[in-house]
């Protein structure tokens, strides 16, 4: 009977003792946002405003992702980006415009924003694709709406693969980084050519 009693209590204790182990730690991520403006004198008279990017449920959340094969998709446990991919990619967007000095000014859309110029999105892939070379791949389109006929203007798809330099998770997020931001820059110069070609206020 003691004997029996003296392996309950030490399964009971193993047990405790793994429940005080300690947890594997979530490790957070984020993309770099560009830092000084570039003043220029012949901003469009244009206050730009960007909507919310549209996304799969799971471009919502902070697990980054990855893709094995065609249909398979998974997201690792404790990798996490700061905030979700499309919240990413909307922050990154409305400083990439910013920072042009193409506008007199771009904000988010919210309930009591005044604009005429809309600039919506959506977010298909932003994952690591893994294969015989691991890359970031990112996938998404953008579309200028006019408010005050409402018309879409412009509309721009983006799909690209960024290697990345290794298998690390950090790598990968970089690779996703980069491709991220040559997918901006070439939506902001859409939108500038746009703007360009239609100048606001002249038929």
């Known amino acids: 009977m ?12 193993a047990l405790s003792l793994n429940g005080c182990a300690k947890s ?18 012949s901003a469009h008279p244009v206050s730009l405003l960007v909507g919310s990017i549209a996304g799969a449920e799971i471009y919502r959340d902070t697990p980054i992702v990855y893709r094995i094969g065609t249909n398979q998709i998974g997201a ?3 990798s996490r980006w700061v905030e979700p991919p499309v919240e990413l990619v909307k ?15 771009v904000t988010g859309l919210g309930s009591n ?4 110029f ?12 893994d294969g015989a070379n691991i890359t970031g791949l990112v996938s998404m389109e953008f579309e200028l ?8 203007l412009w509309t721009h798809f983006y799909s690209q693969s960024e290697p990345a330099q290794s ?37």
Not at 113 to 116: A, M, Y
Not at 118 to 129: D, H, N, Q, S
Request: net charge positive.
């Open 24 to 41: 594997k730690p979530i490790h957070y991520y984020t993309v770099r946002l560009p830092v000084a403006p570039t003043l220029t004198t």
């Open 167 to 203: 298998k690390e998770i950090s790598a990968v997020v970089t690779a996703l980084d980069t491709n991220l931001d040559h997918g901006l820059k070439e939506v902001a110069a859409g939108l500038n050519q746009y703007f360009s070609a239609n100048p606001v206020g002249k038929s």
């Open 118 to 129: 809309v600039v919506r999105g959506r977010l298909y892939e932003f994952a690591e694709v």
């Open 2 to 13: 003691h004997r029996i009693a003296r392996l309950v209590l030490i399964s009971a204790l």
């Open 76 to 78: 690792y446990q404790y």
């Open 113 to 116: 924003s005044v604009g005429q």
């Open 145 to 152: 709406f006019d408010r005050k006929s409402g018309k879409l």
């Open 91 to 105: 922050n990154k967007l409305i400083r990439v415009l910013s920072t042009s000095g193409d506008y007199q000014s």
